[in-house]
Nanobody, 120 residues
Framework: QVQLVESGGGLVQPGGSLSLSCAAS????????MGWYRQAPGKQRELVAT???????NYADSVKGRFTISRDNAKNTVYLQMNSLKPEDTAVYYC??????????????WGQGTQVTVSS
């Protein structure tokens, strides 16, 4: 079994900052790419940022320059630092990870989601 547990969501005013974290636990041999996605009410889930095991990052255009993704391979944890938050960043944020339990096959795992609300 593999579980992804997110933390750090909440309510913040426009222009503020929040930090999310997601820790993978369970029977983990190795984690590959990890990332954050979000889903706003009435919209499809969209990519926010991803990071490879080697640290290569990819961001949605809408968050470039404001969000920073990072990871700790030893802890199987991925982080998302969100600055200069805007109301349109309001969404449920989901953690995603490619994890192998046996060193051969990788599967996709998702966290339960954490609410981020940007409002005055």
């Amino acid at each position: 079994q593999v579980q992804l547990v997110e933390s750090g969501g909440g309510l913040v005013q426009p222009g503020g900052s929040l930090s999310l974290s997601c820790a993978a636990s369970g029977s983990i041999f190795r984690s590959n790419a990890m990332g954050w996605y979000r889903q706003a009410p009435g919209k499809q889930r969209e990519l926010v940022a991803t990071i490879t095991r080697g640290g290569n990052t990819n961001y949605a255009d809408s968050v470039k320059g404001r969000f920073t993704i990072s990871r700790d391979n030893a802890k199987n944890t991925v982080y998302l630092q969100m600055n200069s938050l805007k109301p349109e960043d309001t969404a449920v944020y989901y953690c995603n990870a490619e994890i192998s339990r046996n060193g051969i096959r990788y599967n996709d795992y998702w966290g339960q989601g954490t609410q981020v609300t940007v409002s005055s």
